[in-house]
């Protein structure tokens, strides 16, 4: 790897970081990059999920000191969450590298729709019963375990259907997709599809834009959550 190599990934890795934090989509940017930085398909999918687990740390921790925490939220949906992740990550490591990358490059088109439609309800609408709670989480967690790209959309759109404001919602997702990736990542790393230099120096930029990005999310509220969603799926389209 080059330096010039290592400036684009910690460089495109804090604001990945940081749209992460405020809405999610940050990994089309990160596994592109990857990629560019000479790491096969299915391995920068792999090497990803380690900047991506320093930087929903980071973003996890900087949400609860400024006073949001979706951790009572989040719990009742983990073992879906995490179950999903696990089926998802075992089945995406044995695609080739062709594979993934067309796999990859399908997904992200459908994802500018989650930020036209905004994720919350109405009050006069009913929210999901618990099983279908289970199912749509399971169905992300499998989602997310596979891809990560636009899984925070995704999230937001489900947890926005909750019923919860953008700001709450992000903390939560924060937390889940933390959940996801601690699952997946191992499955990655036994499947030999982690290089890790890279991801090392992608997890530092990523890192510094998932504490950065929290800040913005809490402070700039959801007007500026909402712009960056908008951003961030038109970027992934």
């Given at each position: 790897?080059?330096?010039?190599?290592?400036?684009?990934?910690v460089?495109?890795?804090?604001?990945?970081?940081?749209?992460?934090?405020v809405a999610?989509g940050?990994?089309?940017?990160?596994v592109?990059?990857?990629?560019?930085?000479?790491?096969?398909?299915?391995?920068?999918?792999?090497?990803?999920?380690?900047?991506?687990?320093?930087?929903?740390?980071?973003?996890?921790?900087?949400?609860?000191?400024?006073?949001?925490?979706?951790?009572?939220?989040?719990?009742p949906?983990?073992?879906?969450?995490?179950?999903?992740?696990?089926v998802?990550?075992?089945?995406?490591?044995r695609?080739?590298?062709?594979?993934?990358?067309?796999?990859?490059?399908?997904?992200?088109i459908?994802?500018?729709?989650?930020?036209?439609?905004?994720?919350r309800?109405?009050?006069?609408?009913?929210?999901?019963?618990?099983?279908?709670?289970?199912?749509?989480?399971?169905?992300?967690?499998?989602y997310?375990?596979?891809?990560?790209?636009g899984?925070?959309?995704?999230?937001?759109?489900?947890?926005?259907?909750?019923?919860?404001d953008l700001?709450?919602a992000?903390?939560?997702?924060v937390?889940?997709?933390?959940?996801?990736?601690?699952?997946?990542?191992?499955?990655?790393?036994?499947?030999?599809?982690?290089?890790?230099?890279?991801?090392?120096?992608?997890?530092?930029?990523?890192?510094?834009?998932?504490?950065?990005?929290?800040?913005?999310?809490?402070?700039?509220?959801?007007?500026?959550?909402?712009?960056?969603?908008?951003?961030a799926?038109?970027?992934?389209?």
């Amino acid at each position: 790897m080059t330096w010039w190599e290592a400036v684009l990934l910690v460089g495109g890795g804090t604001l990945a970081g940081m749209i992460n934090a405020v809405a999610g989509g940050g990994s089309m940017l990160t596994v592109p990059l990857l990629v560019l930085a000479g790491v096969p398909g299915n391995s920068a999918n792999g090497s990803n999920r380690v900047g991506i687990l320093s930087s929903n740390a980071a973003s996890a921790t900087s949400f609860r000191r400024l006073g949001v925490d979706g951790l009572t939220h989040a719990l009742p949906i983990m073992v879906p969450v995490v179950a999903g992740s696990l089926v998802g990550s075992l089945a995406i490591s044995r695609l080739t590298d062709d594979a993934f990358e067309t796999v990859f490059g399908l997904l992200m088109i459908p994802l500018i729709i989650l930020t036209v439609r905004k994720p919350r309800i109405p009050e006069d609408v009913r929210t999901w019963s618990r099983p279908v709670t289970y199912a749509v989480f399971l169905g992300i967690g499998v989602y997310g375990g596979a891809v990560q790209a636009g899984v925070g959309l995704v999230l937001l759109a489900a947890l926005g259907r909750a019923g919860f404001d953008l700001v709450t919602a992000n903390s939560i997702k924060v937390l889940i997709t933390l959940a996801v990736t601690l699952t997946a990542l191992p499955v990655f790393i036994a499947q030999g599809r982690v290089d890790w230099l890279p991801a090392l120096v992608l997890a530092a930029g990523l890192t510094v834009g998932g504490w950065l990005g929290a800040h913005v999310a809490v402070r700039g509220g959801e007007r500026v959550i909402r712009i960056v969603m908008i951003v961030a799926a038109l970027a992934l389209a």
